[in-house]
Nanobody, 128 residues
Framework: QVKVTESGGGSVPAGGVLRLSCGVS???????MAWFRQAPGKAREGVAG????????YYTDSAKGRFTIFLDNTKNTLYLQMNSLKPEDTAMYYC??????????????????????WGQGTQVTVSS
């Protein structure tokens, strides 16, 4: 079974920078991977996705231009580089590695409810 472990969260002031990491294990084929987040009292939402086969990336409007999703060369570690952080980015951030087909953009835009392999998350807090 796929296992993911997130790390790298923390507390930063507005305008700050964080890089989240996600160790992915038990993956032996190309998959759609993504970062989601959930703020207190709000639904879980997508942030960024990537298909490991061709490394095509997907972003929600709130992440475009500020966040970058990327993989290491082994495809076993997923990253989310977050620049120009805003207080509204405060949330628990979750990594996912799920679908093996290439329709990663479709799965990412459908939202979090079809995804299965959730980690414990890493907290990001941005102060104003």
């Amino acid at each position: 079974q796929v296992k993911v472990t997130e790390s790298g969260g923390g507390s930063v002031p507005a305008g700050g920078v964080l890089r989240l990491s996600c160790g992915v294990s038990n993956v032996d084929t190309n998959r759609c991977m993504a970062w989601f987040r959930q703020a207190p009292g709000k639904a879980r939402e997508g942030v960024a996705g990537i298909y490991t086969g061709d490394r095509e990336t997907y972003y929600t409007d709130s992440a475009k231009g500020r966040f970058t999703i990327f993989l290491d060369n082994t495809k076993n570690t997923l990253y989310l580089q977050m620049n120009s952080l805003k207080p509204e980015d405060t949330a628990m951030y979750y990594c996912e590695a799920d679908f093996t087909d290439a329709r990663c953009g479709v799965w990412f835009r459908r939202g979090p409810y079809d995804w299965t392999y959730w980690g414990q998350g890493t907290q990001v807090t941005v102060s104003s």
